[in-house]
């Protein structure tokens, strides 16, 4: 990236995926670009940059934001989780993950991280949701391959496991 003048830095402090992170931003930077570009964290991806895909969405103190209509600079102070931040150890999926791999619940990749995080975001407020409120949250998702119902059938199935159930067997 070219270099900043003083007057163009404006330095973010923030906790992403539990870590303290740093940046110097431009006041215009989108959060998408500093994710990606300025940190290194691509798992967040950009696809139509007005908020209508649902791509970029991110975590911002626990609430799906998409990342492309936030500011860099409005990430001061906040917890900010991408996809990176769902699986709990290097060598393991996070529940709704892996139900997404056993269900088949992505063909290209494109809009799963964004899908992911704002289910996660979803399961944590509605544990037990039936199949049209899932179909509500990633209907505010834009998937080109999949038609959506092997996603609903993950994400229903997490929800169970998450609740204890043996539903996913
Ligand atoms: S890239 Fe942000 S909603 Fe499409
Ligand atoms: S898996 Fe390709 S856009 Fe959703």
């Known amino acids: 990236m ?3 003048t003083a007057a163009q830095r404006h330095p973010v402090h923030f906790m992403l995926n539990g870590h303290p992170a740093h940046l110097e931003a431009e006041p215009r930077l989108l959060a998408t670009d ?6 290194g964290l691509t798992g967040t991806h950009v696809g139509c ?3 209508v895909c649902g791509a970029c969405t991110i975590q911002i103190d626990g609430v799906p934001a ?16 991408t996809v990176e931040g769902l699986a709990p150890a290097p060598d393991r999926l996070s529940v709704l993950q892996d139900a997404f791999r056993r269900h088949h619940a992505l063909h290209c990749g494109f809009c799963t ?18 199949e049209a409120q899932v179909r509500d949250v990633v209907g505010g998702h834009l998937c080109r391959c999949t ?5 609903v059938a993950a ?11 043996d539903a996913h067997v």
């Open 2 to 4: 070219p270099r900043l």
């Open 34 to 39: 500093a994710l990606r570009h300025s940190i």
């Open 49 to 51: 940059e007005h908020g």
């Open 66 to 81: 998409r990342a492309c209509l936030t500011l860099a600079i409005q990430l001061e102070g906040c917890e900010v989780r």
């Open 113 to 130: 991280a964004g899908i992911l995080m704002s289910v996660d975001a979803f399961l944590k407020a509605a544990p037990d949701p039936d």
């Open 147 to 151: 038609g959506y119902t092997a996603i």
């Open 155 to 165: 994400v229903l199935d997490a929800a169970a496991i998450l609740r204890g159930s």
